[in-house]
């Protein structure tokens, strides 16, 4: 029973394509991420969907468009991938924004842009 | 200067040891502090929320220090089964539960 999951688990593609991530949540929970971590393992978040909504951009490139069709998905797609794209995204969901929730990841998605 | 700062180890132990990661952030609004564990090439998961008065979960203890913007964590009687990184996380004021993540402390725990 995972919790969160998210697809591909690896992901290797040639600069200026275009790709998707997928994830999804089983826990119910209203709030979800995505997160990057690069080369030099520092977790950064991209952005936050509560209950569909977007929250948080946190200053990434246009090229990257999240897409939320329901509470329990969050996708993120990328346009003309960039080598600096490649790094390991993970999706993460919470119960809601609250600042004390736990934040749940997905196993991560490791993209390489060559 | 980085939002959240650790050391970036590898602390190299034996079996048994008592270890200590300390870290430092940067903006005196953060409101919740927490220590996540990830293990080689897999996601991070959270070990323990840190508490103002401190708090403890078995082997581990966590303390923060508003004052000097500090946190830290204590592993006794090390396992084999603790080597992994340890990110300090904060939360800082604002919208959403938007996590902030140190570099991460790289422990190795040896026979």
């Known amino acids: 029973d995972t919790a969160v999951s998210q697809t591909p688990k690896y992901l290797v593609t040639q600069m200026g394509n275009d790709k998707s991530i997928k994830c999804e949540q089983n826990?119910?929970?209203?709030?979800m991420y995505w997160y990057k971590q690069d080369s030099k393992k520092f977790l950064k978040i991209m952005f936050s969907?509560?209950?569909?909504?977007?929250?948080i951009n946190e200053t990434v490139p246009n090229r990257f468009s999240p897409k939320s069709p329901d509470k329990a998905h969050l996708n993120l797609h990328i346009n003309s991938l960039e080598l600096g794209d490649s790094a390991v995204y993970f999706c993460?969901?919470?119960?809601?924004?609250?600042?004390?929730?736990?934040?749940?990841f997905g196993p991560g998605t490791r993209l390489t842009v060559l | 200067r980085k939002e959240v700062e650790q050391d970036p180890g590898p602390f190299n132990v034996p079996e048994g040891a008592t270890v200590a990661f300390n870290c430092t952030y940067s903006?005196?609004?953060?409101?919740?502090f927490f220590w996540y564990r990830q293990d080689c090439r897999k996601e991070p998961k959270l070990l323990m929320s840190?508490?103002?008065s401190g708090n403890e979960d078995g082997r581990f203890t966590a303390q923060l220090n508003r004052a000097s913007q500090y946190i830290s964590l204590l592993i006794r009687d090390s396992k084999l089964s603790d080597s992994a990184t340890y990110l300090c996380?904060?939360?800082?004021?604002?919208?959403?539960?938007?996590?902030?993540f140190g570099g991460g402390t790289r422990l190795m725990v040896k026979p």
């Open positions: 993460a969901s919470s119960q809601d924004t609250s600042r004390t929730n736990e934040q749940f």
């Open positions: 826990l119910g929970h209203d709030t």
């Open positions: 969907y509560n209950n569909k909504e977007l929250i």
């Open positions: 903006n005196s609004a953060s409101q919740s």
């Open positions: 840190v508490y103002s």
């Open positions: 996380v904060v939360n800082m004021e604002g919208a959403g539960n938007m996590l902030t």
